[in-house]
């Protein structure tokens, strides 16, 4: 069994019951699980087979856990064309885009954004993957499950879908949708091949029709029966701009939440992502029912789509997590920079005490893991699964700062690199570098992918 010592941490922060930081703390790691936590040198000295981190300079967190993504659209942010658009304008030119994406573009964003988590501390990421372009013989979902294995992240992607087309009033091309019965077919195939509902799985499966606006009601409503009685979870987009409320309230004639409602979309086994333009009466629907938001500020922000009132979720004890959203519309995957986002956006129109730093933490740990079900992440204690992410202080950037060294990547990290992302007790980052693939070569084959699939949609390299 190999075993890793966090040897006299400067800054432990648990998680676990709102305990205070503790300092000074040695954390035992063995096989993929927490084996100890004491004060530094009360336990033996360690043997020759046990890796030993000097830890006296980091702050140490949970691994943070991502509950919304599109690990795909890495390979097209920051593109011009797209800079000032707002949502609805955004998708209707990047459909043109996607509809070009291969098995490798699948293969390559899926290691640069899981590349980008890990390295900002996130060590469990969900994902939302609904683009299945007609022609492309390769299981897409598969071969983005296959490059997280090989990265090393926790990965829980889900199997989206559109069935809902421009001819029929949709969005999406009609060349990037599916047929129903082939949707569902898929689902039990990935389900049955890769969902592992183990307390140290690797790999989960949830299900995930993409928006109100993209699937037809049928596909809906069969989708969270089909769910439930195969044991997995939920996820789609929900209340994200006005747009949306309005095309739900032309179509189906209710508000966005009604809708999901009236499908049996609400529970503890759903979660929506973004989550804007909820109200008051909805906000109270979503505690009691206990269905899951995963926060998205900076993609929020990007697009103008507005700000979600986190503060009153999490007052009226809504399930909240952190989420990048695609590279697309956040143009990063950095974990670290949705906690210093979320920290501030909602200083300003509520009050400057209303996101305090250790809700910040708790939306990226322990709220990400309940959304995701899995207590076993989340937190530093003994039993936990070994997921841990550490952050050097002896920077530039963190001098002034150590009066509350938990909060400093917070206030003062802008996007901050970890020096180790250990996952399931394997050291993922170490000194600042992946050690699962080469950063540069990466960057390299990314690019030309982008160039070959602007070109092919018409649009500039």
Known sequence: ?????????????????????????????????????????????????????????????????????????????????????????????????????????????????????????????????????????????????EAAREMGIRFYPTRGSMSRGKSHGGLPPDDVVQHHEDIVRDCERLIAKYHNSAPDSMCRIALAPCSPFSVTTDLLRETIRFARAHGVICHTHLCETVDEERYCREVHGVRPLDYMEENEWLGADVWYAHGIYFNESEICRLAATKTGIAHCPTSNLRLGSGIAPIPRMLESGVPVGLGVDGSASNDSSSLSRELQQALLVHRVGTAVDSMPPNHVLQMATLGGADILAWPEIGRIAPGALADVAMFRLDRIEYAGAMTDPASAILFCGAGARADYTIVNGVIRVAKGELLSVDERELFHRANELTSSMLKKAGGSP
């Open 1 to 145: 069994m190999s075993r890793i010592l966090l040897k006299n941490v400067h800054t432990l922060v648990c998680m676990e019951g709102n305990a205070p930081p503790k300092h000074g703390m040695d954390v035992w790691i063995e096989g993929n699980r927490i084996a100890a936590i004491h004060a530094s040198g009360l336990r033996a000295t360690p043997d020759s087979e046990t890796t030993v981190i000097d830890a006296s300079c980091h702050v140490v967190y949970p691994g943070f856990v991502n509950t919304h993504h599109h690990l795909y659209q890495t390979l097209t942010r920051n593109i011009p064309a797209v800079q000032n658009a707002k949502l609805f304008d955004w998708l209707l030119y990047l459909y043109e885009v996607w509809r070009g994406i291969t098995p490798e573009a699948v293969d390559v964003s899926t290691r640069v954004g899981v590349g980008e988590l890990l390295l900002s501390g996130c060590t469990t990421t969900s994902d939302h993957f609904y683009v299945f372009p007609h022609g492309v013989t390769r299981e897409l979902v598969d071969v983005e499950i």
